[in-house]
């Protein structure tokens, strides 16, 4: 077969090519009572998914916030964009609360406490750079950003790089003002690093990075139990019958203790995806796949 | 370590080689194997013997880029792997895709069209690589050469889908174009 053929000539290819185009680095047991509560938890999934599309049409300052990040990225894609709001970045929205992030530098961040009709807006002046790649660079251009509120005061946001090699770069900050001021915490990023496809808090103690399947199946999901100061990998137990899967977590969203961990699984023959959930009743603690 | 070091184990056939190529590009040559085989066990004895093909090469051979010398290895040892298990009836499903798209690549078969070695093919490759603008490139070889899913690509360089697999589809037409311009048959 010709195509083949093709296949195997392209390997042998300058590896000028090869080397510039790299993506990795040269580098259950079911609680009881557990049923009665998958409707809820259920719906707060249900709830991440819409809240893409919700944000497009949550206009303020006469303008949509897909507009307010193009206007603050011009040169981004805004096809692009729309996919992040509908995987949940940028925007955080619960009932008349919403937050936005600005993705200028310094980072902005705008909040409503009344559905959009008035806004107060912080600025994160410490926003300005970033390391990366190992080293400080200023006026640091973010590409992504997952905001979000557990309470009135206690929140959470995770500013991400772009994507080089399979890294991504990332700072948290933590507010217990409800938006007010922001602290900036450690991340997971010194013991690991691969491309970030969710994050979230369920308090200003416990919170969580999602990142994409790499060198395994996954699910690739780094968790603290102290505010930041220390992460660690957090064990999952999928099923048994999902071992010839690949799993991407996404954001995990709670209320309360109760929690919903929605990762998407996929498989490749035949080519099929879905998304599975892991739940905990004591915000974030544990885990617990619910088939 | 830096790689010329690495290299330098190598050649005074010093077993610390192996390892500490594993730290530093084990990663590496696990997403490539992983991309191809879609599967863990497979993938790790792929690494394995990907670090073994290397002993074997040096000496001789002195790369001067490590990683893609080492990514070659483990392209063609996960290629080759994979067809034995097409063989078997046991494949997945990445590469075949991956083919179709490269299908679109192939001229009709023509009478003038002249049979290339493939070192002859190799060059036409690096010259129709050399034509493209950087980001489309890095793009056509992080789906062809790395095999890399079209959503992962997308993310990796802030696109819609929609976009990447416009840009591969260009792509593919002039790769289509330059081998039909050359008269070169596959």
Same mark, same amino acid.
């Given at each position: 077969?010709?195509e083949?053929?093709?296949?195997?000539?392209?390997? $042998?290819?300058?590896?000028?090519?090869?080397?510039?185009a790299?993506?990795?680095?040269?580098?259950?047991?079911?609680a009881?009572?557990?049923?009665?509560?998958?409707?809820?938890?259920?719906a707060l999934?249900?709830?991440?998914?819409?809240?893409?599309?919700a944000?497009?049409?949550a206009?303020?300052?006469?303008?949509?916030?897909?507009?307010?990040?193009?206007r603050?990225?011009?040169d @981004?894609?805004?096809?692009?964009?729309?996919?992040?709001?509908?995987?949940?970045?940028?925007?955080?929205?619960?009932? *008349?609360?919403?937050a936005?992030?600005?993705?200028?530098?310094?980072?902005?961040?705008?909040?409503?406490? *009344?559905?959009?009709e008035?806004?107060?807006?912080?600025?994160?002046v410490?926003?300005?750079g970033?390391?990366?790649?190992g080293?400080?660079?200023?006026?640091?251009?973010?590409?992504?950003?997952?905001?979000?509120?557990?309470g009135?005061?206690?929140g959470?946001?995770?500013?991400?790089?772009?994507?080089?090699?399979?890294h991504?770069?990332l700072?948290i900050?933590?507010?217990?003002?409800?938006g007010?001021?922001? $602290?900036?915490?450690?991340?997971?990023? @010194?013991?690991h690093? /691969?491309?970030?496809?969710?994050?979230?808090? @369920?308090?200003?103690?416990?919170?969580?990075? /999602?990142?994409?399947?790499?060198?395994?199946?996954?699910? *690739?999901?780094?968790?603290?139990? *102290?505010?930041?100061?220390?992460? /660690?990998?957090?064990?999952?137990?999928?099923?048994?019958?999902?071992?010839?899967?690949?799993?991407?977590?996404?954001s995990?969203?709670?209320d309360?203790?109760?929690?919903v961990?929605?990762?998407?699984?996929?498989?490749h023959?035949?080519?099929?995806?879905t998304?599975?959930?892991?739940?905990?009743?004591?915000?974030?603690?544990?885990?617990?796949?619910? @088939? | 370590?830096?790689?010329?070091e690495?290299?330098?184990l190598?050649?005074?056939?010093?077993?610390?080689?192996?390892? +500490?190529?594993?730290?530093?590009?084990?990663?590496?040559?696990?997403?490539?194997a992983?991309?191809?085989?879609?599967? +863990? +066990?497979?993938?790790?004895e792929?690494v394995?013997?990907t670090?073994?093909?290397?002993?074997?090469?040096?000496?001789d051979?002195?790369?001067?880029?490590?990683?893609?010398?080492?990514?070659?290895?483990?392209?063609?040892?996960?290629?080759?792997?994979? +067809?034995?298990?097409?063989?078997e !009836?046991?494949?997945?499903?990445?590469?075949?895709l991956?083919?179709?798209?490269?299908?679109?690549?192939?001229?009709?078969?023509?009478q003038?069209?002249?049979?290339?070695?493939?070192?002859?093919?190799?060059?036409?490759?690096?010259?129709f690589?050399?034509?493209?603008?950087?980001e489309k490139?890095?793009?056509?070889?992080r789906?062809?050469?790395?095999l890399?899913?079209?959503k992962?690509i997308?993310?990796?360089?802030?696109?819609?889908?929609?976009?990447? !697999?416009?840009i591969?589809?260009?792509?593919? !037409?002039?790769?289509?174009?330059?081998? !039909?311009d050359?008269?070169?048959?596959?």
């Amino acid at each position: 077969m010709s195509e083949k053929r093709l296949l195997y000539a392209l390997g $042998q290819v300058d590896e000028s090519y090869i080397e510039e185009a790299a993506p990795g680095g040269f580098p259950q047991e079911r609680a009881k009572g557990a049923g009665s509560r998958r409707g809820v938890v259920i719906a707060l999934a249900a709830a991440i998914m819409v809240l893409g599309a919700a944000a497009a049409l949550a206009a303020g300052r006469g303008i949509s916030v897909l507009e307010w990040i193009v206007r603050a990225q011009p040169d @981004s894609d805004p096809a692009y964009l729309q996919t992040q709001l509908d995987n949940g970045q940028w925007v955080y929205m619960d009932g *008349d609360n919403i937050a936005v992030i600005v993705p200028e530098s310094p980072v902005k961040i705008l909040l409503s406490a *009344d559905a959009g009709e008035t806004w107060r807006e912080t600025v994160l002046v410490e926003s300005k750079g970033m390391e990366y790649l190992g080293e400080w660079r200023e006026n640091m251009r973010y590409h992504g950003g997952y905001i979000g509120f557990n309470g009135k005061e206690s929140g959470y946001l995770v500013l991400t790089s772009g994507v080089s090699m399979n890294h991504q770069a990332l700072r948290i900050f933590l507010t217990s003002d409800g938006g007010e001021t922001w $602290q900036e915490t450690d991340t997971p990023y @010194s013991q690991h690093v /691969s491309v970030l496809t969710g994050a979230g808090f @369920s308090s200003e103690n416990i919170g969580f990075i /999602s990142y994409r399947y790499y060198e395994d199946a996954g699910p *690739d999901i780094w968790w603290t139990s *102290d505010g930041g100061e220390t992460w /660690s990998k957090l064990e999952v137990e999928l099923p048994e019958d999902m071992k010839r899967y690949n799993f991407t977590p996404q954001s995990p969203s709670f209320d309360g203790l109760r929690g919903v961990y929605p990762i998407v699984a996929m498989s490749h023959e035949p080519e099929y995806e879905t998304t599975v959930y892991l739940y905990s009743d004591d915000g974030g603690l544990t885990w617990r796949f619910d @088939s | 370590m830096e790689d010329l070091e690495i290299v330098d184990l190598y050649w005074a056939r010093d077993e610390s080689a192996i390892s +500490e190529t594993a730290r530093k590009h084990g990663a590496y040559c696990r997403y490539i194997a992983y991309h191809i085989l879609w599967n +863990e +066990e497979d993938s790790e004895e792929c690494v394995n013997d990907t670090y073994l093909s290397a002993w074997r090469a040096m000496p001789d051979q002195r790369p001067a880029r490590l990683g893609p010398f080492l990514g070659k290895i483990t392209r063609n040892l996960a290629l080759n792997r994979r +067809e034995a298990y097409h063989a078997e !009836k046991r494949g997945h499903g990445q590469t075949p895709l991956a083919l179709d798209e490269l299908r679109e690549c192939v001229p009709a078969p023509d009478q003038t069209a002249q049979a290339v070695d493939d070192l002859a093919l190799a060059q036409l490759l690096n010259r129709f690589l050399a034509s493209l603008p950087r980001e489309k490139r890095k793009i056509f070889m992080r789906r062809y050469w790395y095999l890399s899913p079209v959503k992962e690509i997308a993310a990796d360089y802030s696109m819609s889908e929609s976009k990447v !697999k416009m840009i591969l589809l260009r792509a593919r !037409k002039s790769l289509k174009q330059l081998l !039909k311009d050359e008269g070169i048959g596959l």
